[in-house]
Structures are given as C-alpha cells and as structure tokens.
C-alpha cells in the first residue's frame, strides 16, 4: 500500500511538473511573436529614418537648384534690359547729333526739334532710370532666398509628415498582419489531434 501511495505522488509530482514545464514552454513560445514585432518594428524605423534623409538630401538640393536658377534668371532679366536701354540711348544720342548738326545749317524750326530730341533724349533716360530703380526693386536676392526657403521649409515639413504617415500605416498593416498570422497558427495548432 505504502508503495502504492509513493507510486501516486510520484506520478503527481511528475503530472505537476509537465504541467509546470508546458506552461513555461508555451509563455515562451507566446512571447517570440512580441520579440520578432519587435525587431520588424526596428527595422522599419531604420529603414524609415534612412528615407528621410534621403528625400531631406533630394529636397536641399532641389532648392538650391532653384535657387541658382532664379539668380541666373535675374542677372538675365537685367543684362536684357541694360542691352535694351543702352541700344535705344545710343540711338537717341545718334539722332541728337544728326539734329544737332543739320541744326548748324537749319533754321529755327531745326533747334526746336533739336530740343525736342534733348527732351526725349531726357525723357528716355529718365525711364531708363526708373526701369533700372524698377529691376533693382525687384526682391533682391537676400528677400528671395529667405521666401524660396521659407518655401522649401514647408515642403520639407509636408514631405516629412508624409513619409511619417506612410511609415506609420506600413507599421500597423504589419502588426495587424502579424497579429492574423499568429490567430491563424493557434487555430491550426488547437485544431490538430493531440496525438
């Protein structure tokens, strides 16, 4: 009988500790999905953060292209008008000459034109001026790198906030994923005949 009784709290003791050592076997088992989540969710966000500075490089050379071509648009605008102005000026002057010689062998009528010419020739110069005054108002470069960059700032923080969206719906569609999978795996192992 005493034999017996060893038997049965032999048999207890070893029930108790399968039981012991499946619980633990299996909490182990549950917590690997978390770690792997884990190192998924790692991995996107390095891989995320390389992304944002990739598309930051992309978008800080951008501006600076933009930034070049709207200087080199701006001298051009003004070699233009320069050229444009200085042409009509030497034109003005060559027809003030003209007049003023032919004035030497004219009658009055000839020094009034003359003096019309002058005053055109005046006139001219004055819109010359105002035009050059005009170009030069024109947001000088300092105002336009200040609006291009307060621009790109924008734009940068858009495109970031993108990427942030982007990465946190990624996120999630692979945890939910993840989550589905596990459900499924349970489902399969509870259907399964213990053998």
């Known amino acids: 009988i005493e034999s017996r009784k060893k038997m049965e709290n032999q048999q207890t003791s070893h029930?108790?500790?399968?039981?012991?050592e499946t619980g633990s076997l299996q909490?182990?088992?549950?917590?690997?999905?978390?770690?792997?989540?884990?190192l998924v969710g790692i991995k996107v966000k390095s891989v995320s953060?390389?992304?944002?500075?990739?598309?930051?490089?992309?978008l800080e050379e951008q501006h600076a292209q933009e930034i070049e071509h709207l200087r080199s648009y701006f001298h051009q605008q003004l070699k233009e008008t320069e050229e444009k102005y200085f042409i009509e000026i030497v034109h003005?002057?060559?027809?003030?000459?003209?007049?003023?010689?032919?004035?030497?062998?004219?009658?009055?009528?000839?020094?009034?034109h003359v003096n019309e010419d002058k005053q055109e020739a005046k006139h001219v110069e004055g819109d010359i001026k105002k035009k050059s005054e005009k170009i030069i108002e024109l947001p000088n470069e300092a105002d336009v790198i200040e609006l291009l960059e307060k621009q790109y700032q924008e734009k940068l923080l858009q495109e970031v906030?993108?990427?942030?969206?982007?990465?946190?719906i990624e996120f999630a569609q692979k945890t939910e994923l993840a989550r589905i999978a596990n459900l499924k795996e349970e489902e399969i192992?509870?259907?399964?005949?213990?053998?």
């Open 15 to 20: 029930a108790d500790y399968n039981d012991n």
């Open 27 to 38: 909490q182990n088992v549950e917590s690997l999905p978390t770690a792997s989540q884990d």
């Open 49 to 58: 953060q390389e992304e944002v500075q990739n598309l930051k490089f992309q």
């Open 92 to 112: 003005l002057q060559n027809r003030l000459q003209t007049a003023s010689e032919s004035s030497e062998n004219s009658s009055v009528s000839v020094e009034s």
């Open 161 to 168: 906030a993108k990427v942030v969206v982007t990465m946190n």
């Open 189 to 195: 192992s509870l259907m399964k005949p213990i053998g």
